[in-house]
């Protein structure tokens, strides 16, 4: 895997807005939001996309989810509702090639799936 702008965040080479942190995971706004609330949570072990995620690590996707979750109900939002989507190589929208989880909220959505 190649060095992405997300190990470059979690080195501190590069500045974000970092919202939580634990040894595992990093969650930082996204620098071109989508929406009012939008938050990147991206484990400190980079995988390139989900597809190279073995089955050994199932529990670090869990956990990002979770880690998604409880800061939505810290923020205040969780009851109004969020969007989470983790996007999977080009045609699938992912531009960064370390895994990462896009929390989404502050508006109504639209364009989603029932």
């Given amino acids: 895997m190649t060095d992405s702008i997300f190990d470059r965040i979690i080195r501190r080479e590069i500045p974000a807005d970092i919202v939580f942190e634990n040894d595992e995971l990093i969650a930082f706004r996204d620098i071109a939001p989508q929406a ?3 938050v990147l949570f991206v ?3 980079g995988f390139a ?3 190279d ?3 050994s690590e199932a529990a670090l996707v869990g956990r990002l989810l979770l880690a998604a979750r ?3 109900r810290r923020e205040g ?3 109004d509702g969020y969007r989470v989507v983790m996007n999977c190589n080009r045609d699938g929208g992912q531009t960064v090639f370390h895994i990462h989880l896009h ?4 508006a109504p959505l639209t364009g989603g799936f029932a």
């Fill in 49 to 51: 996309t989900l597809n």
């Fill in 53 to 55: 995620v073995p089955e």
């Fill in 36 to 38: 009012p609330v939008h």
């Fill in 43 to 45: 484990p400190k072990r």
């Fill in 70 to 72: 409880d800061y939505a």
């Fill in 77 to 79: 939002f969780a009851e």
């Fill in 103 to 106: 929390l989404l909220a502050g």
